[in-house]
């Protein structure tokens, strides 16, 4: 992985710095007080559940949509140095670390602490922190972006669309339909049960995307079936 090689460079309280490459920004913060936040950096820098090496082509334009800690923009930030990337994350304790990240310290990279959705207006948060996810409701206090409007204005040939968004992707995915520019590849986990995670899959099939599965887990006491697909349309 990016960082088997590298090494811890400075601490500071609970957070360590971890280089990811040469240059003395290209390192990420993982606090050592938060097991989720452990557990997100071993699957996305350790265990490398975003194989950009597989994308055949040099992305022009990156989304990142359920930006967590910034773990997956730091890992395409450093394998893409010139490449924008738009991040958007819902939760304040996660948006703010990932701004905190010293690799994302960048006018290339547009954080937004919006949930991504099928309208723009404003959401609630179902939970905090990692696996919060999105619904509507009378007390929504979250901004949330019509994200198939902002790709249908932005996105280019050769974009790259990471998608991590806890169930609500079954919303937010089908209006994607149409509107993809080849080449383009998708990285998607899915946390949908009784079959919607298929239906979601059918949408990209429609449009000709390719898709494979890369991993699917439980966790104990949880009756869904997580699933990680890479997805290309060439």
């Known amino acids: 992985g990016a960082v ?3 090494t811890i460079t400075r601490r500071n309280g609970n957070k360590l710095e971890v280089s990811l490459g040469p240059q003395q920004d290209e390192c990420v ?3 050592l007080g938060s097991q989720p936040e452990i557990d997100v950096f071993g699957e996305v820098l350790i265990d490398r559940n975003y194989q950009l090496e597989r994308l055949g082509f ?3 334009l990156i989304a990142d949509c359920g930006a967590n800690i910034g773990f997956f923009s730091s890992l395409a930030r450093l394998r893409f140095p010139q ?4 991040a958007w994350e819902p939760d304040e304790k996660n948006f703010r670390r990932a701004s905190e990240q010293p690799i994302l310290r960048s006018e290339s990279i547009k954080l937004h602490m919006a949930a ?5 207006g404003v959401v ?3 939970g905090s922190g990692h696996g919060c996810t999105v619904h509507r409701s009378d ?3 979250v901004s949330c972006i019509d994200f198939a409007a902002w790709w249908r204005e932005h ?3 050769g974009s790259l669309l990471k998608m991590d968004i806890e169930g609500h992707e079954t919303s937010v995915l089908p209006a994607l339909k149409g509107s993809w520019k080849a080449p383009c590849a998708v990285f998607l986990e899915t946390h949908a049960a009784s079959g919607k995670d298929e239906d979601v899959l059918a949408v990209l099939e429609s449009d000709g995307f390719r898709i494979e599965l890369l991993r699917q887990h439980s966790l104990p006491g949880d009756e869904r079936v997580f699933k990680e697909y890479f997805a290309t349309l060439s």
């Open 116 to 120: 991504v959705s099928d309208r723009n």
């Open 155 to 157: 996105s280019v040939p």
């Open 58 to 60: 040099v992305p022009a």
């Open 124 to 126: 609630d948060l179902t």
């Open 83 to 86: 490449i924008p990337i738009f």
């Open 29 to 31: 913060s993982v606090d």
């Open 4 to 6: 088997r090689t590298r």
């Open 139 to 141: 007390d929504a206090q």
